[in-house]
């Protein structure tokens, strides 16, 4: 599906919308209506939550039921929630699951789903999916989707029909969390192949007339043919989609249906990028608007993080639907004003018509239900501690209403936004050449064991094109952009083949072997590609710009400092220069050649500058006061 997130979840909105989590379950309900109040002041358009199937779920046995509306525990009064929202002036995002993950015991699962009963969630390897130690079900096995179904109409017929949109503030429900169980981006042989999954690709094989690959379905990995292991990179897409489809059709029909693909690592041993692409092809292909999840490293701190976004937004063409403004982890920089902003303004610089504040609200109020089993935790290598009260303890508002330092940079993007925001949407990304990417490259590479794949290849030579050279080439799969209009037309196209090599003697066309490595063919081609004048340098070869066009004339210009080291970007023209302390990121906006306004990332010490037209221009920086 092409059309973008802001649209859906505001109507009529031709700007950049922020998308703010709170997570009620974790927050004293009299502190409600206060934190949302303060998150619409602070800039956030729609409020997003993850419902807690264990929490709301009360009773066993024949007893069971569910509590939307507080009669148990005010805490699970979600339906007061979405009415403090509406009078806040917040659209609201629903997120059901089942599987939510949100550092939730179970990922909010009762912890029946996850016990012998039932059949869990297994891959070609034979290797658990887990959450605490403890196996999760496949939703792919009849037994857990009866259950599931249960939990999802209740909600259907308790939360979103009495308060969907028009008539109520739920715009939009999200399907499944990162997949269905967190499992878009994992590795392909550890997709879901249950006995009940493996009937489904069966299935799927027979009904393509494929009934002697559909025979083949239950033998072990290692009988696989080639052939076989390719159709399964094409079908793990497909499943994640079918399972989309099946929880669609429990709710009512009007508010927006979301799925959020995280970005995928793309550098290194632990890649998982082709496994990734192999499944973007039938989720891009579905019913509903995929935005993308951002757990893939630091891009304001690491290269290897900078390159695996700008790689993977430029593919998959997603909005951000979750980003982190304030988890400390592994990295106390996303508590600071600086982080957070760098890497909103990456997303929108390259076509997000999204910012997803996650969480908006560092909350610290929750019980055991909620609560992750530490031996659980520990059992998977992670301290306890690092989930201990608040949750996400960065975040921009807290519990009892103060100000986080993200505050600041929250204030500053929602100013920006209201003031340049619509010219932003309207805008192009301006690319010096395209490369359309065959997809089977990815489904083969999937399997790749040794050595780059042809993708991290291209993720590595498409930044390194940015860094050194200052142009930027643009990425699509040739399925989805066989051809390019007049109006996307921006320097050479290159076409990536899967192929015998050399197959095409085509200039601006490569044709490589799928699944094994193209000891730099690739980037050598890339390299090539893009020749046509620069529009800015970088004093050292750290920084980089990305620019975006409107069809009035408006220019936007993203400066990126990724590095540790400063460095400087400037236009070739000599009309503009920005100074880039390590780690941070302007956004200016011209018409004509006049500055409109930009903002920077904040910084503790050496502040951004821009030079426009030979002087400061300070003035028209955009203050959060």
Request: with cysteine; glycine share 10%; net charge negative.
């Amino acid at each position: 599906m092409s059309a973008r997130l802001n649209a859906a979840l505001l109507p009529g909105t031709d700007r950049p919308v922020v998308i703010g989590e709170y997570p009620y379950y974790r927050a004293d309900p009299s502190n409600w209506a206060g934190n949302l109040r303060e998150l619409h002041a602070l800039g956030v358009d729609v409020v997003s939550f993850y419902l807690p199937w264990r929490l709301h779920e009360t009773g066993e046995g024949e007893q069971r039921a569910f509590d939307f509306h507080g009669k148990t525990d005010p805490q699970r009064d979600v339906v007061r929630l979405i009415g403090l929202a509406a009078e806040a002036g917040l659209a609201v995002l629903v997120k059901p699951g089942p599987f939510i993950h949100a550092e939730v015991q179970l990922g909010g699962l009762p912890d029946r789903m996850c016990g012998s009963g039932h059949t869990p969630y297994r891959g070609l390897t034979g290797d658990l999916l887990t959450s605490q130690a403890k196996p999760l079900p496949s939703l792919l096995d009849p037994a857990v989707k009866d259950e599931v179904a249960t939990w999802l109409r209740a909600v259907a017929d308790e939360v979103v029909s009495p308060t969907a949109a028009p008539r109520g503030p739920v715009v939009a429900l999200q399907l499944g969390n990162e997949g269905m169980s967190g499992d878009v981006h994992i590795a392909i042989d550890a997709q879901d192949a249950s006995p009940a999954a493996r009937e489904e690709f069966a299935r799927w094989l027979s009904a393509r007339g494929l009934t002697d690959e559909a025979a083949r379905a239950g033998d072990e990995l290692a009988d696989w043919p080639s052939a076989l292991r390719l159709l399964w990179s094409r079908w793990s897409g497909e499943a994640i989609a079918g399972l989309w489809d099946w929880i669609s059709d429990l709710f009512p029909a009007g508010p927006a249906r979301v799925a959020n693909v995280p970005l995928a690592r793309a550098i290194g041993p632990d890649a998982t990028i082709d496994a990734w692409a192999a499944r973007h092809r039938a989720l891009k292909g579905s019913r509903y608007l995929i935005g993308h999840t951002e757990w893939v490293g630091n891009p304001a701190q690491s290269p290897e993080a900078f390159a695996t976004h700008l790689g993977e937004i430029l593919l998959g063409d997603t909005d951000v639907l979750e980003a982190n403004w304030g988890f400390t982890w592994d990295d106390e920089s996303f508590a600071g004003p600086r982080t957070p902003l760098f890497n909103a303004l990456l997303a929108l610089t390259l076509g997000s018509t999204t910012v997803s504040v996650y969480t908006a609200c560092a909350a610290g109020t929750w019980g055991e239900l909620i609560d992750m089993d530490p031996d659980g935790l520990r059992a998977e290598g992670v301290d306890p501690a690092l989930h201990a009260p608040p949750y996400c303890p960065g975040a921009p508002l807290t519990e009892a209403g103060d100000h986080n330092p993200t505050a600041e940079s929250l204030k500053l993007l929602a100013r920006f936004l209201d003031q340049h925001g619509a010219a932003l949407a309207g805008s192009r990304l301006d690319r010096d050449a395209d490369l359309l990417v065959d997809r089977a490259l990815a489904e083969a590479g999937a399997w790749q064991r040794e050595g780059k794949t042809v993708l991290q290849e291209l993720t590595e030579a498409v930044h390194e094109q940015l860094r050194d050279t200052h142009r930027l080439v643009g990425l699509r799969w040739l399925d989805e952009a066989p051809h390019r209009t007049a109006q996307d037309a921006a320097g050479a196209l290159g076409v990536l083949r899967a192929g015998h090599p050399g197959a095409s003697t085509a200039p601006v066309e490569l044709t490589v072997a799928a699944g094994v490595p193209a000891h730099g063919a690739v980037a050598e081609f890339v390299a090539g590609l893009a020749t046509d004048a620069r529009r800015w340098t970088s004093a050292h070869r750290r920084a980089v710009a990305l620019t975006r066009t409107g069809p009035d004339g408006t220019r936007f210009i993203g400066a990126f400092n990724p590095t540790g080291t400063d460095d400087r970007v400037s236009g070739t023209d000599g009309d503009w220069a920005v100074e880039l302390p390590a780690g941070t990121a302007a956004l200016a906006v011209s018409r004509e050649g006049k500055l409109l306004g930009w903002l920077a990332t904040p910084t503790p010490s050496s502040a951004v500058t821009l030079t426009w037209g030979g002087e400061q221009a300070d003035a028209l920086r955009v203050t959060a006061s």
